[in-house]
């Protein structure tokens, strides 16, 4: 499928996923829809405890208290489950839900499958009004947009 274009609809999506808070991980089932009325950050990584993944989940983990002063909340998805994610997620200190796809489906539907590499490292704004409002999607996965920048987009939708 095509890559979502700014300022349609986000494609729909409900995935298994799990967060790790305070030592206890939890699991449950986030569906897209369920966040309208706040802007969400889908961040689709390659995989688990990878050099890069790491870096790039960690620098949003530092700045998850700006993003959540501004309403957003901020998803993970790869294709990896969930017990690796719970290892991920213990190792790099990630307090936020990270997503599995194990199908592919929603990697599909974003538009972001890179065959021989399982996908492109993409970041996608969705609005409050379940729009794509901002998309950053890698050619080759090794450059992922800052948190600051991504922090930016979502000022701009809750001014």
Known sequence: MAIP???SAAPGFTLPGMI????????????????????????FYPGDATPICTAQLCSYQQELDDFR????????????GLDSHEDFARD???????????????????????????????????GPDGLVRWRHVGLVGVRFPRAEVIREQIEQLVV
């Open 5 to 7: 274009e700014t300022g």
């Open 20 to 43: 790790v808070l305070d030592g206890v991980r939890t699991d449950g089932e986030y569906t897209l829809a369920a966040e309208v009325g706040r802007p969400v950050v889908l961040a």
């Open 69 to 80: 002063d501004l309403g957003a909340v901020v998803w993970g998805i790869s294709p990896q």
């Open 92 to 126: 790099s200190s990630l307090t936020f839900p990270l997503l599995s796809d194990v199908s592919g489906d929603v990697i599909r539907a974003y538009g972001v499958r890179a065959p021989g590499l399982g996908l492109r490292r993409s970041v996608f704004v969705i």
